[in-house]
């Protein structure tokens, strides 16, 4: 578990994996409205992209929205809107995996199988803190380096 003291901390997180990520990467977001997904997620493709003043958009209307960059193409799929994982196809989710997937509410994804994702839980502690729990990349992420993201 990484603790989150404030929003400048939720951009140094979504900066450092952004740093890491790949090229098939899917990494999936839950947690509470507030808990800080969309923060996550402007840190991540304004720093994947290299454009600290890129216009990032919620994707709840949309449900898709692509990012190209120099590496490949970022789709941010916000799912709170979707019927259930039988409409990807509608947006272009086999197309989308051929760059990095970033997925907010993944529940509708229902039993979707993505054994190489990287799962991002994100809850708000009663002191106002946030904490971020990850499950994946096991091979690229090793537990002493969570530690590390904010240093």
């Avoid at 997925?103 to 009663?126: D, F, G, K, M």
């Avoid at 990850?134 to 992420?141: A, F, I, Y």
């Amino acid at each position: 578990m990484l603790i989150l003291h404030d929003e400048n901390e939720m951009t140094l997180f979504g900066d450092k994996l952004a740093r890491i990520a790949q090229r098939g990467d899917i990494l999936l977001l839950s947690g509470a409205l507030g808990a800080g997904k969309s923060v996550f997620a402007r840190a991540f493709l304004r720093s994947f992209c290299a454009n600290p003043t890129m216009e990032v958009p919620s994707p709840t209307y949309t449900l898709v929205q692509p990012y190209p960059s120099p590496r490949c193409t970022v789709y941010h799929f916000d799912l709170w809107r979707l019927n259930g994982a039988n409409d990807l196809d509608e947006l272009g989710w086999d197309e989308a995996q051929e760059g990095i997937i970033l997925v907010e509410w993944p529940e509708r994804l229902e039993n979707l199988s993505l054994p190489h994702a990287l799962h991002i839980t994100l809850s708000i502690l009663s002191n106002g803190y946030r904490a971020a729990h990850l499950k994946g990349w096991e091979n690229r992420l090793p537990h002493a380096m969570i530690g590390s993201f904010l240093s």
